[in-house]
């Protein structure tokens, strides 16, 4: 079975435009999370999203949005970009919304210049 | 507060010899799982070994094993025999909360491994 498959792999986009990142849990898997992994820290939690849900928001500003599509698969939305935003954007997936079997994906790395 | 804490940036270790890498956290939540996760240079964050808060026993899984230590609220990774594609980034993280909780993860900031031949 396919993993976590997350696109574009690369992008670069200029202060104050839009991005939409993709991903496509696992097959089976209902519960998609977002995570946010700045250059030389640890990934920081933004959103999880559990049967088309918000189950958990991060402390990121109103520019972060996402959703959940009826196949289970996500996307993350960030307007108006900032230098700040440029960083590698993982998805997980789990079964479940309170499962502790997360799955990850390769992650989108974002450039803003 | 919720906090994961990794003191150890980097770590260098001989191939085959065992290496620890250490982990403290902090939480008010009687109820929560510790991580830990591989990230090689390729990005992908690859699970590697989980403990509950209520285990009895320390993890382990193949060479990996887990130095739970509740009282000093430690959470150690132990690698046995360690190889080459050993060297990777590791986080520990951390997930609060039982049945009904969200799935969001608390991560330090990592140890960069570096296995030498």
């Known amino acids: 079975d396919a993993g976590v498959t997350q696109s574009p792999t690369h992008l670069i986009k200029t202060r104050g435009q839009h991005v939409t990142l993709r991903c496509s849990p696992i097959s089976g898997h209902k519960s998609v999370s977002w995570y946010q992994q700045v250059l030389g820290q640890g990934p920081q939690f933004i959103f999880q999203y559990y049967e088309k849900e918000e189950r958990g928001r991060g402390n990121f500003p109103d520019r972060f949005s996402a959703r959940q599509f009826p196949n289970y698969s996500s996307e993350l939305n960030v307007n108006a970009l900032l230098l700040g935003d440029s960083a590698l954007y993982l998805c997980?997936?789990?079964?479940?919304?309170?499962?502790?079997?997360?799955?990850f994906g390769p992650g989108t790395r974002l450039t803003v210049t | 507060a919720q906090k994961i804490t990794q003191t150890q940036p980097g770590m260098f270790v001989q191939e085959k010899e065992a290496v620890t890498l250490d982990c403290t956290y902090d939480?008010?939540?009687?109820?929560?799982?510790l991580f830990w996760y591989k990230q090689p240079s390729s990005g992908e964050m690859i699970f590697l070994i989980y403990q509950g808060s209520y285990d009895q026993q320390n993890a382990t899984e193949g060479r990996y094993s887990l130095n739970f230590q509740k009282a000093r609220k430690s959470a150690n990774l132990v690698i046995s025999a360690s190889q080459l594609g050993d060297s990777a980034m590791y986080f520990c993280?951390?997930?609060?909360?039982?049945?009904?909780?969200?799935?969001?993860?608390?991560f330090g900031t990592g140890t960069l491994l570096a296995v030498q031949p």
């Open positions: 997980a997936s789990s079964f479940q919304g309170d499962s502790y079997e997360q799955y």
């Open positions: 993280a951390m997930r609060e909360g039982g049945g009904g909780a969200t799935n969001k993860l608390i």
């Open positions: 939480t008010s939540d009687p109820s929560y799982g």
